[in-house]
């Protein structure tokens, strides 16, 4: 089975950072793109970064980029997502996804955790 785990989520204040990490375990399988999805009530789910996990090139929502950064600690088998800057409008819960290919949909999902910012 493969296993994806979210931590790091939690309360912060406008202008203030968090760092979320995803540990990835169970079985090998072909890992092309990891991303970081998120989801606030009564929004839809977005993309906010994703990397090529052995190129390491990466990828950017328009909402977030400059303010997060996305990484992975090859040796680990961890993602990370540095978050500066916060928004209220980051409040969401925070989901760490991969799949195996360069096109498709994402096949593996974390639990998911929850960010809040405040105002």
């Known amino acids: 089975q493969v296993q994806l785990v979210e931590s790091g989520g939690g309360l912060a204040q406008a202008g203030g950072s968090l760092r979320l990490s995803c540990a990835v375990s169970?079985?090998?399988?072909?890992?092309?793109?990891m991303g970081w999805f998120r989801q606030a009530p009564g929004k839809e789910r977005e993309l906010a970064a994703s990397i090529n996990w052995e190129g390491g090139g990466t990828y950017y929502g328009d909402s977030v980029k400059g303010r997060f950064t996305i990484s992975r600690d090859y040796a680990k088998n961890t993602l990370l997502l540095q978050m500066n800057s916060l928004k209220p409008e980051d409040t969401a819960v925070y989901y760490c996804?991969?799949?195996?290919?360069?096109?498709?949909?994402?096949?593996?999902w974390g639990q998911g955790t929850q960010v809040t910012v405040s105002s």
């Open positions: 996804a991969a799949r195996e290919g360069p096109i498709g949909s994402y096949k593996y």
């Open positions: 169970g079985r090998t399988f072909s890992r092309y793109f």
